[in-house]
């Protein structure tokens, strides 16, 4: 049951990269270059594609990463999703995310 779960995440992930991969360039390069409106977007097509592939609300894939990271396969995605951050944000992305995601999200409620 996991190899499936983690197979129909895989391919989430995969079909949503298809579909958001032209904004998600054009984004990044105004991103890199201290944008807040293209950070904001970017954010939001992360926590989009983290609604799409899990039925999440309000959590990016960072976070839910972290968040679940006793999980073996959500450990090796942070493990990844860290490494790939790392030269943007620094050490412990995942736990970064989470950290801010849960303090917005409670001040929302």
């Known amino acids: 049951m996991e190899s499936i779960k983690t197979l129909r995440t895989l391919t989430g992930y995969i079909l949503c990269g298809l579909l958001f ?46 968040r679940l990271r006793q999980n073996k396969r959500y450990n090796y995605q942070m493990l990844i999703i860290d490494f790939l951050a790392k030269p943007f944000d620094g050490d412990n992305h995942c736990y970064k995310a989470y950290k801010w995601e ?7 409620q």
């Open 21 to 66: 991969i032209g904004p998600f360039i054009f984004l990044s390069a105004f991103a890199l270059f201290g944008s807040a409106w293209a950070f904001n977007s970017l954010y939001s097509i992360d926590i989009a594609i983290c609604s799409i592939c899990h039925g999440t609300k309000l959590e990016s894939i960072s976070a839910r990463s972290y």
């Open 102 to 108: 849960s303090k917005v999200i409670k001040l929302k």
